[in-house]
């Protein structure tokens, strides 16, 4: 199974990349059997078409395995799941429209071409063809003898047919993107025409210093209404944080120093004499009595911390270092050896079982597999030229095209303890069976060479946590303040945590699934988030969390509860306020502008205590004395020459333009690139804005939160 190994993509060497459970609920499974019973639920619907509770869960697990390979959080990704799942019903949606079709034949000519396995080099032959047919071949194997691989490649192949349904769309809707000679001319002629101004701003900023002005709620709301598409939001919370940290105090610093002090001086209650400075048994001083565990590897100057990289290299072996502090730890270090980091050529073959994380299609058990490496192993050992002649055992398909060769590694290659503990202990040439999570590896060293000298290095280390005392104190301040707030109002809850100098916050549009809450980023938000989307929840609960293992404390306070559809304006008040202030404003000034009923531009500048300005403007690239003006450069074209315009609602002040003259500045470029032009940068942007525009108007129902306030019930 070679192909489909590469497409696992599961490195046998590499540390930490283990799949995660198939099962990956956001809530108990138990409790979803008892809502949804033997049928699985229903998640939301795009257009009628329906995101089942397995579509979820199969793209969830993906995204999750994706991250914890790539050593990236598995946590907070279901609300990338949902928008994943709801743009790949879009697209087939659309394409099915079009009356286009995916076929078995276009799926696997296609199938080259996709990002997973386009790169993929062992995918294609020595004359660049793709190996399909030994692709089809071994899923049809798949099919008949490995049921829960096969359906692990159903799910994969379903998330490619989504790729190549949006290539395709994309591609015929981009084909039809044409650029008309008219649109290039008059682009060209904006391009070329400039107009010089006289005109009086009266400047935004300047004018709110004199005119304060109050945004209400209603104005946020008007400005929203008539944006209904740009505030169109899902359902979300606004919500006052409040976070207690249970941080060690100077006297928690002091005792974890002293406690450390006491270790390697004098030892512990239960190791009598025995101290870390003059202990025989380090790795189990440091089991016993160190709240980090012994590390036997060894490691370069540049890795070991800063405080003793620059004193190992003449530092003999046994001395020792501290105590001295490394974030919130206190440690003491002792150096235990130093050796050149070999780097060596190793060569393996991997006999695999079924089971384990390299097993991948294998049939055979660990008893069997063992015995077939030790054969293996015991002919290599004699004879290392027969190395290559059991290389068809091997499943590491990477290494085996390679003569079963891993290249060159040193011990801070990220490989297996196991595989490097040999490399580190063996000479040139020996061969030996060594076991590992992946099965039996039949190693032969082929060559080694010495590098730069590495330390091992025992940590003795206690970290400075706050005493029981101090999360007391913390518990009893956070259970006063929210006692303090209970039945106030947002403000009172704000104003009373900002005159406290305690650590404030007000994360004002929170979704149901995104994860962690801004500014907080603790093990505890998701439990927030649940409480703040409980249906029976309301403006102006208030409620009290414990991080567990920290003691730090969370008060929660619900300033908003917004259901989806448009988004509440003080939500989004920080976002839009500055515009709506400036409309408010602009309405004012014009007003003025025209009551006065002024014909000269001096007329206005004197109103305003303003001056009158000049400028060339242009349409393509239309700013006014640095500040970019679209409305103000079509007023300059619009109007008649020597006549006033209108008030022009600007982006940073209201203007009133005077056209002197209109000139061409003939600038480099033909009709035939300008054309080429526009049109590639149309279909640059087409795919995203079709996207966004298919889901602005689709009609989705999102059941998530109704389905886990039910659950949260069972």
Do not use: C
């Amino acid at each position: 199974m070679a192909i489909l190994g590469q497409i696992r993509n599961r490195p046998w060497l590499l540390m930490g990349i283990i799949a995660v459970a198939m099962l990956a609920f956001v809530v108990n499974p138990d409790s979803l059997e008892k809502l949804f019973g033997a049928e699985p639920g229903v998640y939301g619907k795009v257009n009628g078409d329906e995101i089942t509770k397995e579509d979820f869960d199969d793209q969830l697990f993906m995204l999750q395995q994706q991250a914890q390979q790539q050593g990236q959080p598995t946590k907070g990704l279901e609300e990338q799941t949902w928008q994943m799942l709801v743009q790949s019903k879009l697209i087939k949606q659309q394409f099915e429209k079009m009356g286009l079709t995916l076929t078995e034949d276009m799926f696997w000519n296609q199938l080259q071409f996709d990002p997973m396995f386009a790169q993929n080099k062992e995918l294609f032959d020595e004359k660049g063809n793709f190996k399909v047919q030994e692709l089809k071949g071994q899923v049809e194997q798949m099919k008949g003898t490995n049921v829960e691989q096969y359906n692990n490649w159903l799910k994969t192949r379903k998330s490619i047919e989504y790729r190549m349904m949006a290539r395709q769309l994309f591609a015929n809707v981009t084909t039809g993107i044409t650029v008309s000679k008219k649109e290039a001319e008059e682009i060209m002629k904006e391009r070329d025409q400039l107009a010089d101004i006289d005109f009086v701003k009266i400047d935004y900023a300047a004018y709110e210093q004199k005119n304060p002005v109050k945004v209400t709620t209603n104005d946020l709301a008007d400005y929203i209404k008539k944006h209904p598409i740009m505030f169109k939001r899902d359902a979300s919370r606004n919500l006052g944080i409040v976070y207690f940290p249970a941080a060690p105090s100077t006297e928690d610093d002091t005792a974890s120093q002293a406690e450390i002090n006491k270790l390697f001086t004098q030892g512990s209650d239960m190791s009598g004499k025995e101290s870390f400075q003059n202990t025989t048994n380090d790795s189990m001083f440091i089991a016993l009595n160190s709240d980090l565990p012994f590390n036997p590897t060894y490691f370069s100057q540049d890795q070991l911390p800063m405080a003793i990289k620059d004193k190992v290299a003449t530092a003999s072996v046994g001395t020792t270092f501290g105590p001295y502090k490394e974030q919130n730890f206190y440690v003491v270090s002792k150096v235990l050896d130093k050796k050149p980091s070999d780097s060596t050529l190793s060569r393996h073959i991997l006999v695999s079982y079924k089971g384990n994380q390299a097993g991948g299609d294998a049939t055979r058990t660990k008893d069997e597999a063992k015995k077939l490496a030790d054969s293996i192993g015991a002919v290599v050992k004699a004879d290392p030229s027969k190395f290559t002649e059991f290389l068809k055992y091997s499943s590491d398909p990477g290494s085996a095209s390679q003569g079963g060769s891993v290249g060159w590694t040193t011990p801070a290659t990220p490989f297996v303890p196991e595989y490097l503990s040999f490399l580190a202990n063996n000479g040139k040439g020996a061969t030996q069976v060594v076991e590992t999570q992946y099965g039996y590896h039949i190693i032969n060293i082929e060559d080694k060479k010495s590098g730069a000298m590495t330390y091992k290095v025992a940590n003795l280390v206690k970290a400075i946590k706050a005493s029981d005392k101090t999360e007391n104190e913390v518990y009893t301040k956070a259970t006063k303040f929210i006692q303090q707030v209970q039945g106030k109002s947002f403000n009172e809850f704000a104003n009373l945590a900002k005159k406290s100098n305690y650590n404030f916050s007000n994360p004002t549009e929170v979704g149901r699934f995104q994860g962690q809450i801004p500014g907080l980023g603790t093990d505890k938000d998701e439990d927030v988030i649940a409480w703040a989307f409980n249906k029976k929840r309301n403006k102006g609960d208030t409620d009290i969390f414990t991080v567990d293992g920290t003691g730090d404390r969370i008060v929660a306070f619900v300033n908003g509860v917004q259901d989806a559809g448009a988004a509440d304006p003080e939500a989004v008040r920080g976002q839009i306020e500055p515009i709506v202030k400036n409309k408010l404003m602009a309405k004012q000034i014009t007003d003025k502008i025209t009551a006065a009923k002024a014909t000269s531009l001096d007329q206005i500048a004197k109103l305003f205590s303003v001056t009158k300005q000049s400028a060339q403007v242009n349409m393509l690239n239309p700013q006014v004395n640095g500040a970019m003006e679209p409305r103000v450069a079509g007023a300059a074209f619009g109007v008649a020459k020597n006549k006033l315009s209108n008030p022009v609602e600007g982006m940073t002040g209201v203007y009133v333009v005077l056209k002197k003259s209109e000139t061409t500045n003939k600038q480099p470029g033909d009709l035939k690139q300008m054309t080429e032009a526009i049109a590639g940068q149309n279909s640059q942007q087409f795919g995203q804005a079709l996207l966004k525009t298919l889901q602005d108007n689709a009609k989705i129902k999102d059941y998530r939160i109704e389905i886990y306030n039910q659950v949260s019930q069972q």
